[in-house]
């Protein structure tokens, strides 16, 4: 492509100092011939006028010694041929050639000729003309000349070009390619690996080479030392998780364990009192049936107690599956279930068609159940109840809510619900054992989110929650 | 009467037509000029290659003379040839003179051959005013006349005594040397 380029270049510039030459070659042989025509002419003068060829032709045999004058001749001013001269010898006559009006002179280029007439004046008189014509030959011979110097030249400056083009490549443009080529090994297969080849010549261009070679160096380095902090961090972050998941186990053998042998003396306090009310109600009194009653109950409590402190432990510590839900399909079954159980109650439930979450089913079940369980307890001192589950979109997520138009919370204690046993009413006021919120909160904090709530005294309350605020690709950690 | 009638306008119409042959006859001719029209044609060519010095007899007027001694051989061919013409600035006039006294402004004196016996003091008289002599009687340039003119292979040629120029105090181009036939005190000749 280059070579094209400065071929053509090349080839332009020949060719316009060849059209240059020709012309003024030309030019300069119109002259030479013009002025042998008019010295011959002078010298011709008296010839003409005294009627002596032989003295014009003596005159014209001059014209031997220019070699490229083919032919002379000289005519008379009524335009008769007074004397001739050929150069190769013959007796062809020449012919006039009639000059313009009022002109001394004129000349005309044929293919391979130069015809020059002069008008011969003596004193102010025209005497006669003079023609000469001379061949272009030499002319010709240099056009070709010419030509075969130009094609030697080209070639040879085209080779000359070639080479310094090679040159250059090999010592400037390869180099950098190469470095091109690495660069992106480099970036698209992550392979700090690779590196430039050296050049040969010690210049700029290995200068360059070898900053990038270093370059990647560091980076390799850079990259092996993250690559050992991850792993390291990995192997560390294995070894907590297989401590955490010992510690874990320990835990859940040991609440197993707890509950199971504390769920004895229970069974048997249980049995027991319910014997001593069967068998021996008719001896009792008031006084006794009352605390026969009460140690069953107390005794009950405490089961109940156990049941959930155990539900919490195995919340904190049973391994996640995370799922497509729907949250909304779970409030309905438990409401379900929550008006299977207290019929007489009239509960108005609002919840949407769906409300769809990634999150693990069972532990999701407990919260629903939990906060549906609370709505419908708080709720039950009012003669009609509303409860409504629902979700809504906020910038970072979903949030869910739980909401009940019952007896409400001092907004002033909020801090206090989600604590484990720490309740707002008392027993008597409402049943419970301050551990169901505890939960809900436990939960949705293994699944990244959070929990809060509104409320007001006697003017319901309302149960928000979140659960991851970006849905991430990161698979659940198994613990 | 019918005879001219009918003749008349056939012989009227043959003298046009011979009238006319006769006319482009004569016109064919012209390009042969005679003898006489050469020599003045010469004679009025050779001031132009003729150089006058100062120190020459004759004296500088307006015109350029050209003069015929002796029987004129030329009629009206002489002034035909020269009319309008002029040397350089000088116009030029011709003059028939019939004895030497005439002469003194003349440039060129054409001695005719009739005056071949009175030739000596003509060259002398021609000699002391500076007056290029030319004549056409033989050895007019061994006498001691200027150019002679000589009929040669059909043509009018003519031979130079350039001692007689020189010493007429006369320049000649060697222009004018170089198609005279012979020149008499040149070296060679």
Same mark, same amino acid.
Not at chain 2, 83 to 86: H, K, L, V, Y
């Given at each position: 492509m280059n070579m094209l380029v400065s071929g053509t270049a090349l080839l332009l510039a020949c060719a316009a100092f060849f059209a240059y030459d020709q012309f003024t070659f030309r030019q300069g042989l119109v002259r030479t011939l013009s002025a042998q025509a008019q010295i011959i002419g002078s010298n011709s003068v008296s010839a003409i006028t005294f009627n002596d060829p032989q003295s014009a032709i003596n005159t014209l045999s001059?014209?031997?010694?220019?070699?490229?004058?083919e032919s002379a001749g000289i005519f008379t001013a009524s335009g008769e041929l007074f004397a001739q001269y050929l150069r190769d010898g013959g007796n062809e006559a020449l012919t006039i050639q009639l000059l313009p009006e009022g002109k001394a002179e004129a000349y005309r280029f044929g293919s391979m000729h130069l015809v020059l007439v002069h008008s011969i004046v003596f004193q102010g008189k025209p005497v006669g003309t003079v023609h000469l014509r001379a061949s272009l030959q030499e002319l010709d011979q240099r056009l070709r000349r010419y030509t075969s110097i130009a094609a030697v030249v080209l070639v040879l400056s085209l080779f000359a070009a070639l080479l310094v083009s090679a040159a250059f490549r090999r010592s400037v443009a390869e180099p950098i390619v190469q470095l091109v080529d690495v660069a992106r090994v480099v970036s698209q297969d992550n392979n700090y690996s690779v590196r430039a080849a050296p050049t040969v010549v010690r210049d700029e261009v290995s200068l360059l080479v070898d900053a990038f070679n270093n370059m990647l160096d560091q980076i390799q380095r850079r990259d092996d030392a993250l690559q050992k902090a991850h792993d390291e961090l990995e192997e560390r972050v294995e070894e907590r998780t297989r401590d955490l998941v010992s510690s874990n186990r320990e835990l859940e053998a040991f609440s197993y364990s707890v509950s199971h042998d504390l769920r004895g003396p229970l069974d048997t306090m249980n049995g027991f009192s319910y014997l001593l009310l069967k068998n021996y109600s008719n001896q009792l009194d008031a006084n006794g049936k009352e605390s026969l009653q009460g140690i069953r109950t107390a005794v009950r409590r405490m089961s109940e107690l156990i049941d959930d402190l155990l539900n919490l432990s195995r919340v904190t510590t049973s391994i996640m599956h995370r799922e497509e839900i729907d949250l909304a399909s779970y409030s309905r079954s438990i409401m379900e279930e929550l008006c299977h159980r207290g019929p007489e109650r009239h509960v108005e439930f609002v919840a949407p068609a769906r409300a769809d979450a990634y999150a693990d089913p069972r532990l999701m079940r407990i919260v629903i159940e939990n906060l549906l369980q609370n709505s419908w307890k708080y709720t039950s001192h009012h003669q009609h109840a509303r409860i409504e589950f629902g979700s809504k979109e906020q910038e970072g997520g979903i949030v869910y809510f739980v909401k009940d138009d019952g007896s409400g919370f001092d907004p002033r204690s909020a801090d206090r619900l989600f604590q484990p046993f720490l309740r707002l009413h008392s027993a008597a006021e409402f049943p419970g054992n301050g551990i169901g919120l505890a939960t809900v909160r436990r939960i949705v904090q293994r699944h990244g989110g959070t929990v809060w709530a509104e409320g007001m005294v006697e003017q319901g309350a309302t149960f928000y929650f979140t659960l991851e605020s970006v849905r991430s690709e990161v698979p659940s950690r198994a613990s | 009467m019918r005879v001219i009638k009918i003749f008349l306008p056939s012989f009227a119409l043959g003298i046009v037509l011979w009238s006319l042959f006769a006319a482009s006859w004569a016109r064919a001719e012209q390009p042969h000029p005679t003898e006489p029209q050469i020599e003045a044609a010469y004679l009025y060519n050779f001031g132009k290659f003729v150089t006058w010095s100062?120190?020459? $007899?004759?004296?500088? $007027? @307006?015109v350029f003379e050209i003069c015929v001694l002796g029987k004129d051989p030329f009629g009206p061919i002489l002034d035909a040839t020269v009319? $309008? @013409?002029?040397i350089g600035d000088k116009k030029i006039t011709t003059r028939k003179i019939?004895?030497?006294?005439?002469?003194?402004?003349?440039r060129v004196l054409f001695i005719s051959s009739s005056e071949e016996s009175r030739l000596k003091p003509a060259l002398a008289a021609a000699k002391n005013g500076g007056t290029l002599t030319v004549s056409d009687m033989p050895h007019f340039a061994d006498k001691g006349g200027m150019i002679q003119f000589v009929p040669r292979d059909n043509r009018i040629r003519f031979e130079v005594n350039l001692p007689a120029t020189e010493e007429a105090g006369l320049t000649l181009s060697s222009e004018l040397l170089k198609v005279a036939v012979k020149v008499i005190g040149k070296p060679g000749n």
């Open positions: 001059a014209l031997k010694s220019s070699p490229n004058i | 100062n120190t020459s $007899g004759v004296s500088t $007027g @307006e009319a $309008g @013409e002029s019939s004895n030497l006294q005439e002469s003194s402004h003349c």
